[in-house]
């Protein structure tokens, strides 16, 4: 680890300048828009080095027809699964969905402990600032890309 020291003053500006703007919102996001569909606050979370996981979070709103988020593809993970978690017993289980039903007239929201975009494989650590960008694919709306902001680690306290 000869550049370990270069790594680290890296890492350190993004981390404060993240800090410093959680003081007056506690999660940077982002939106994107495609037909009656309205995504909100989408964002995921910093890695640590070796962590081939991370979660991807979202509001979906929708304005128009019933329609099915169908799948998700990213540059920076292998794969992009739909996921849910759920109490299984006194268990938190996540399981893979084939499709996530978005309801006509109604919202369904992607967040820690619940719905989830699971990055798996990534291709290097998620660092705080970076920008993630998502294809998401809908049954109906079609395709849109939205960008996921990398959020500090911890900055919600689950895994997922
Ligand atoms: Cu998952």
Redo the contacts with the bound molecule.
């Keep these: 680890m000869i550049n370990s020291k270069k790594v680290l003053g890296q890492k350190v500006w993004p981390s404060l300048l993240v800090a410093l703007l959680s003081l007056s919102s506690s999660v940077y996001a982002q939106s994107a828009k495609i037909g009656g569909l309205q995504i909100e606050n989408a964002y995921t979370r910093a890695t640590v080095p070796g962590q081939q ?1 991370a ?1 991807g979070f979202m509001k979906i709103e929708n304005k128009g027809a019933a329609d099915q988020l169908v799948s998700a593809s990213s540059p920076v993970a292998g794969e992009v ?1 739909l ?1 849910e ?1 759920a109490m299984e017993g006194n268990v938190m289980k ?1 399981r893979q969905l084939k499709d996530l039903a978005i309801p006509a007239g109604g919202a369904v929201e992607l967040k820690p402990g619940g719905y ?1 975009l ?1 990055f798996l494989n990534l291709k290097g650590p998620l660092a705080a600032g970076q920008t993630v960008p998502v294809k998401l694919k809908f049954a109906k709306a079609g395709e849109v890309e939205v960008q996921l902001p990398v959020n500090q680690m911890g900055a919600q306290q689950r895994q ?1």
């Design positions: 996981v979660g699964q996921h978690m996540m989830h699971m997922h």
